[in-house]
């Protein structure tokens, strides 16, 4: 599976995608991560300017992506053109190897991101484009054009879609074979209960002994699955 970031702030990625299971994916070749930043496909603003000092010139190639929203409103809104642009880079990079593409934009109101989504994706798609959105959001068209599919990951607004993009990373992963090394089965398909516990046996805190349930030291197994269940 390839994943496809386009962002302005890519080092946000860094430290998440370099550790634990998604490291080793990564490093095993069972993933892979490229990034795309909309900056690079806008020319510098009309007021960049050089600064002329010892040895050559220092320059201010600010890149705008933003502008004022159209209708009015607070904020600013991510302009349609580079987004599309980077996108369209990714296409043009897989076109014609029999790939399977998803292209994917946050939206707080989408439809939500769930499991059974997870499970689906690795099976019917390739590579997937993960948009990650900023400030008031990105102009609409961005979706009209590319035919995006627009998915939330809960009912609350986050500062940019770099979050909900690492959301989509880990919990789609997860489900390609050999990603989760050892393990035999994935953590989500087993009977499991919000409440575990592991050693002490008993744990003392504040003059207070806290036990592990009976149940899970009696080797019934039947009980502790019907314990998880409940």
């Known amino acids: 599976m390839r994943f496809y970031i386009i962002t302005i702030f890519p080092k946000m990625f860094d430290s998440y995608l370099k550790e634990s299971i998604l490291g080793r994916a990564i490093e095993n070749k069972l993933i892979s991560i490229k990034f795309y930043n909309p900056r690079d496909f806008i020319k510098p603003a009309r ?3 050089s600064i002329a000092v010892a040895g ?3 320059q201010n190639n600010y890149k705008p992506v933003d502008d004022k929203p159209y209708g009015g409103g607070p904020g600013m809104v991510m302009k349609a053109e580079p987004v599309v ?4 880079k990714v296409l043009n ?3 014609g190897k029999n790939k399977k593409i998803l292209i994917i934009n946050f939206i707080p109101n989408a439809e939500k991101f769930t499991t059974e989504l997870a499970k689906k994706i690795p099976k019917k798609y390739t590579d997937v484009v993960l948009i990650c959105g900023r400030y008031e959001g990105i102009d609409a068209r961005v979706d009209k054009i590319l035919k995006t599919q627009k998915i ?3 009912d609350y607004v986050l500062t940019g879609g770099e979050l909900p993009a690492m959301v989509l990373i880990d919990s789609i992963s997860r489900q390609i074979p050999g990603v989760l090394g050892k393990y035999e089965s994935l953590e989500e398909e087993r009977v499991s209960s919000s409440e575990v516990y592991t050693r002490p046996e008993v744990l003392k ?3 207070k002994n806290y036990r592990v ?3 899970l030291l009696s080797g019934n197994h039947k009980k502790i ?4 269940q409940r």
Not at 225 to 228: A, G, L, Q, S, V
């Open 152 to 154: 939330s990951i809960g």
């Open 93 to 95: 990079a897989v076109k």
């Open 225 to 228: 699955e019907d314990w998880k």
């Open 47 to 49: 007021n960049a300017y």
């Open 205 to 207: 805190y504040k003059e």
């Open 213 to 215: 349930p009976k149940v």
């Open 85 to 88: 642009h980077a996108v369209n």
């Open 56 to 58: 050559g010139a220092l």
